[in-house]
């Protein structure tokens, strides 16, 4: 996937320092300005995210893919170097990455999981999560996928905050210790979560996780490709 960075939004923002009305900007996924009709066309697909950055003159929309189709083409043969030298991870396989930016400080988790309400009214609130439930959720993970043998579930952070190293080894977390996943998988603001990579080297990522069923489809070569298919001709009809 091609890095993306905040140039565009910076040079939009600057360019209106000296006029004393906010400006409004809209941008598309590739950081191009559009039309606000055409920022509006495009959100009713539901193929994207929608994230405002703004200061004290100006202030940008943009786009932000929740999830995309690609082919990492000579970045796989790196990665399979890479993994199987570090990790003695199998190309062969697909891979199915679970990524964390960070894992957690054992001591600042909470005793008990469950649901913080923020104020009084209940709206505002955070959940929670005990250091014992937090290491369920690879075991939990694990089983499900255990049957598929042409599949490697694999789980990567980028920072540990304080969380335990014989955790670390026994639930077998990989470092992505020079970003090198990080710098491929994000849309220049922010870390694709979800990556199923196939061993010819397409692949897909989504922002967010928890999307067993759908992760399920995707792991089947025939169903990525009607899933691809499926996802280029929508977002061909809003470009």
């Given at each position: 996937?091609?890095?993306?960075?905040?140039?565009?939004?910076?040079?939009?923002?600057?360019?209106?320092?000296?006029?004393?009305?906010l400006?409004?900007?809209?941008v598309?996924?590739?950081?191009k300005?559009?039309?606000?009709?055409?920022?509006?066309?495009?959100?009713?697909?539901r193929?994207?995210?929608?994230?405002?950055?703004?200061?004290?003159?100006?202030?940008?929309?943009?786009?932000?893919?929740?999830?995309?189709?690609?082919?990492?083409?000579i970045?796989?043969?790196?990665?399979n170097?890479?993994?199987?030298?570090?990790?003695?991870?199998?190309?062969?396989?697909i891979?199915?990455?679970h990524y964390?930016?960070?894992l957690?400080?054992?001591?600042?988790?909470?005793?008990?999981?469950?649901?913080?309400?923020?104020d009084?009214?209940?709206?505002?609130?955070?959940?929670?999560?005990s250091?014992?439930?937090?290491?369920?959720i690879?075991?939990?993970?694990?089983?499900?996928?255990r049957?598929?043998?042409?599949?490697?579930?694999?789980?990567f952070?980028?920072?540990?905050k304080?969380?335990?190293?014989?955790?670390?080894?026994?639930?077998?977390?990989?470092?992505?210790?020079?970003?090198?996943?990080?710098?491929?998988?994000?849309?220049?603001?922010?870390?694709?979560?979800?990556?199923?990579?196939?061993p010819?080297?397409?692949?897909?990522?989504?922002?967010?996780?928890?999307?067993?069923?759908?992760?399920?489809?995707?792991?089947?070569?025939?169903?990525?490709?009607?899933?691809?298919?499926?996802?280029?001709?929508?977002?061909?009809?809003?470009?």
């Open positions: 996937m091609k890095k993306l960075f905040f140039t565009t939004l910076i040079a939009l923002m600057t360019f209106q320092s000296y006029s004393q009305e400006k409004r900007f809209y598309d996924e590739t950081y300005e559009i039309t606000f009709q055409k920022f509006n066309k495009k959100v009713e697909s193929l994207f995210y929608t994230v405002i950055v703004k200061n004290d003159t100006a202030v940008v929309k943009k786009l932000r893919f929740k999830e995309f189709f690609g082919h990492l083409d970045k796989k043969k790196q990665l170097k890479l993994f199987n030298k570090r990790f003695g991870i199998d190309s062969t396989k891979w199915l990455i964390m930016d960070s957690p400080d054992v001591t600042k988790l909470a005793k008990k999981s469950g649901v913080i309400f923020l009084s009214s209940k709206r505002r609130h955070k959940h929670v999560i250091y014992l439930d937090y290491k369920k690879i075991p939990r993970e694990t089983r499900k996928y049957k598929l043998k042409e599949v490697s579930l694999l789980h952070y980028n920072f540990n304080g969380y335990l190293q014989e955790d670390i080894e026994l639930e077998k977390w990989y470092r992505d210790s020079n970003l090198i996943l990080k710098n491929i998988f994000t849309d220049g603001m922010k870390m694709y979560k979800t990556i199923v990579i196939h010819n080297g397409k692949f897909y990522v989504r922002i967010v996780r928890k999307l067993f069923s759908k992760e399920r489809k995707l792991l089947k070569y025939e169903s990525f490709n009607r899933q691809e298919k499926k996802w280029r001709k929508k977002l061909e009809r809003y470009n």
